[in-house]
């Protein structure tokens, strides 16, 4: 019930921060398509259609996916992509990501994708509309969560010495254009859609 009440707060507050905007204005700095009525566009592989001005989003989404993209539309500054990747831990104010609830929930959701066959993985990645990588680590995809909001996520699979860990990064114009909580949550939403599309 504390969640909806928080959910319903902040999605209030965003839609606030919409009211007046130029939706043409928006499109030119977030990348989505208007057609004169609604945005289109793609969030992580799923098409998603977002009206003007009611901001309902479809099909529907996770209501924190949902809440993400338009807290998103209500903050963004257009920033260029910068093509340099950051770990939230990176970002100006990335001190309050480490150790928090969703920073390890993220962990233990990276532990849990490392046990399962790399090509699983790799076909899981591709439903979400990801591109594989070649980095350092061993398995590497690039995410959309929206058109200017690239995410990379780089896996080392597990050994006999340690566990898999991972990272997600985000193009460092993102520390301009989401809060860092919206950031989180935007790591958290991928790395569960990936477990969820693996099993």
Known sequence: MENNRQ?????????QKLEGADPVQLSVLTGLCWDGRTFDTETLGIPIRISWPECQISPALEMWHDLTI??????????????????LSEF???????????DRDNDRIISRIGLHD?????EAAAKL??????EKSDLSFLFSFLPHIPIKFNLWLPDEEFPASGKILFDASAENDLQIEAAGTVAAICLSL??????
């Open 118 to 122: 790399p090509q699983a993985i790799r």
């Open 129 to 134: 509309g990801g591109t594989e990588l070649q």
């Open 7 to 15: 959910f319903e707060l902040m999605r209030s507050a965003a839609r």
């Open 194 to 199: 990936l477990e969820r599309v693996i099993e």
């Open 70 to 87: 338009l807290q998103y539309l209500a903050n963004t500054k257009g920033t260029t992509l910068m093509g340099k990747f950051l770990a």
């Open 92 to 102: 100006h104010s990335g001190g309050l990501a480490k150790g928090t609830s969703f």
